[in-house]
């Protein structure tokens, strides 16, 4: 999937470069497009809706759908293979995509669905009473809770839907384990790795609730070819009652970010479904992965005078990457924001250099196969 660049509304901004394929809708604004959030962002592309569709659909048709923003219904487009769940909760319909991100529709969930004849949503209801349609697919797993009436769903996106239904249908091509409060089932086949907590609970992806089965236990039934181990603190906390260990395939860490210790920052572990840290030293963790497959970016304040990142490892000044997973990149005044699937750091190289590293790690890879990253 190559880069495209896609100039401000304002004209003021450096541009931004971002795979097309990452874009799950965009709605018509006064001053261009305003495109899906990135970690919070959004961004006005000053092209019109249509042009902008043409560049980015590629051989996924975006469908045309009426948005909901500030009481108004405004014209866009979604990616079908992008929504996971789809629920209406006082009249507004939410969309929820498998990357994490909410969107409100003027329309019904029904007028929706209608528009997508070729995608078969689920319905289940949750415990406080909205029908919730779901892509089979998307469910990564289900665990009973405590009052064994109500089920957790977990989905890719790691969002849960609590209900007191049960399809054995749904569930009928996943694994089941017997944990403290019931049968559990999920998808062994797409799990990339898992956490402990200290009372030995396991959570698959951090989303699917295995209460009271061990590590041992869950790599006999998820075996992980390449365990890579390290442990991590709840964000904030620093305590040690809320340690998680984490064990992951190896092939799923696609970045590494050091940051500043002495600020109490841990090291950023970035995986498809969830953006991690770890307490760990920076040396343990990478000792554990295949460096080769990474692209090895600057953080360092050589050079920065005021505007050096303050969460910078002055000890380990770099960044690694795989080359898919950098999803968009924007320069700034104190280098360049790399945008991953589940989180965003500050590089020194720019945007054109970060490129052309891209196309160095292909060649490595792949010879003979290269395409414009520029697209």
């Given at each position: 999937?190559?880069?495209?660049?896609?100039?401000?509304?304002?004209?003021?901004?450096?541009?931004?470069?971002?795979?097309?394929?990452?874009?799950?809708?965009?709605?018509?604004?006064?001053?261009?497009?305003?495109?899906?959030?990135?970690?919070?962002?959004?961004?006005?592309?000053?092209?019109?809706?249509?042009?902008?569709?043409?560049?980015?659909?590629?051989?996924?048709?975006?469908?045309?759908?009426?948005?909901?923003?500030?009481?108004?219904?405004?014209?866009?487009?979604?990616?079908?293979?992008?929504?996971?769940?789809?629920?209406?909760?006082?009249?507004?319909?939410?969309?929820?995509?498998?990357?994490?991100?909410?969107?409100?529709?003027?329309?019904?969930?029904?007028?929706?669905?209608?528009?997508?004849?070729?995608?078969?949503?689920?319905?289940?209801?949750?415990?406080d009473g909205q029908a919730v349609y779901f892509r089979r697919d998307r469910l990564l797993g289900v665990s009973p809770l405590e009052c064994s009436s109500i089920y957790a769903y977990s989905f890719d996106s790691r969002e849960r839907v609590y209900s007191g239904q049960f399809e054995p249908s749904w569930v009928t091509d996943m694994t089941a384990a017997q944990v403290k409060r019931g049968r559990a089932f999920f998808r062994a086949n797409r799990m990339k790795g898992f956490r402990v907590d200290q009372d030995g609970n396991?959570?698959?992806?951090?989303?699917?609730?295995?209460?009271?089965?061990?590590?041992?236990?869950?790599?006999?039934?998820?075996?992980?070819?390449?365990?890579?181990?390290?442990?991590?603190?709840?964000?904030?906390?620093?305590?040690?009652?809320?340690?998680?260990?984490?064990?992951?395939?190896?092939?799923?860490?696609?970045?590494?970010?050091?940051?500043?210790?002495?600020?109490?920052?841990?090291?950023?572990?970035?995986?498809?479904?969830?953006?991690?840290?770890?307490?760990?030293?920076?040396?343990?963790?990478?000792?554990?992965?295949?460096?080769?497959?990474?692209?090895?970016?600057?953080?360092?304040?050589?050079?920065?005078?005021?505007?050096?990142?303050?969460?910078?490892?002055?000890?380990?000044?770099?960044?690694?990457?795989?080359?898919?997973?950098?999803?968009?990149?924007?320069?700034?005044?104190?280098?360049?924001?790399?945008?991953?699937?589940?989180?965003?750091?500050?590089?020194?190289?720019?945007?054109?250099?970060?490129?052309?590293?891209?196309?160095?790690?292909?060649?490595?890879?792949?010879?003979?196969?290269?395409?414009?990253?520029?697209?």
């Amino acid at each position: 999937m190559t880069f495209i660049t896609l100039p401000y509304s304002s004209g003021d901004r450096p541009p931004l470069h971002i795979r097309p394929g990452t874009i799950d809708f965009l709605l018509k604004e006064e001053d261009g497009t305003l495109l899906n959030e990135l970690h919070g962002r959004r961004y006005l592309e000053s092209r019109s809706i249509e042009s902008l569709l043409s560049v980015i659909q590629g051989d996924e048709p975006l469908v045309e759908v009426s948005f909901l923003k500030s009481s108004t219904r405004v014209r866009g487009y979604i990616r079908p293979g992008a929504i996971e769940l789809i629920t209406a909760v006082g009249g507004v319909t939410r969309v929820h995509t498998s990357r994490d991100r909410d969107c409100n529709l003027a329309e019904s969930p029904s007028e929706l669905m209608a528009r997508l004849p070729d995608e078969a949503f689920d319905c289940v209801h949750s415990d406080d009473g909205q029908a919730v349609y779901f892509r089979r697919d998307r469910l990564l797993g289900v665990s009973p809770l405590e009052c064994s009436s109500i089920y957790a769903y977990s989905f890719d996106s790691r969002e849960r839907v609590y209900s007191g239904q049960f399809e054995p249908s749904w569930v009928t091509d996943m694994t089941a384990a017997q944990v403290k409060r019931g049968r559990a089932f999920f998808r062994a086949n797409r799990m990339k790795g898992f956490r402990v907590d200290q009372d030995g609970n396991s959570e698959l992806h951090g989303a699917v609730m295995l209460a009271g089965l061990s590590a041992e236990a869950v790599l006999k039934v998820c075996p992980i070819a390449h365990p890579v181990s390290f442990a991590q603190c709840a964000a904030g906390q620093g305590g040690t009652e809320y340690r998680y260990d984490w064990v992951l395939e190896r092939d799923a860490i696609h970045a590494i970010v050091p940051r500043n210790p002495g600020m109490n920052w841990d090291t950023s572990v970035g995986v498809p479904f969830l953006g991690l840290d770890t307490i760990d030293p920076v040396d343990k963790l990478l000792a554990q992965l295949d460096l080769a497959s990474f692209v090895r970016l600057t953080r360092s304040s050589a050079g920065r005078g005021p505007n050096v990142p303050w969460e910078y490892d002055p000890r380990h000044p770099w960044a690694y990457y795989r080359p898919e997973s950098i999803l968009a990149m924007e320069a700034r005044d104190d280098g360049t924001a790399i945008a991953t699937r589940t989180s965003s750091h500050i590089v020194d190289e720019t945007p054109e250099e970060v490129l052309g590293a891209l196309v160095g790690a292909a060649c490595r890879t792949c010879p003979g196969t290269i395409s414009d990253p520029q697209g």
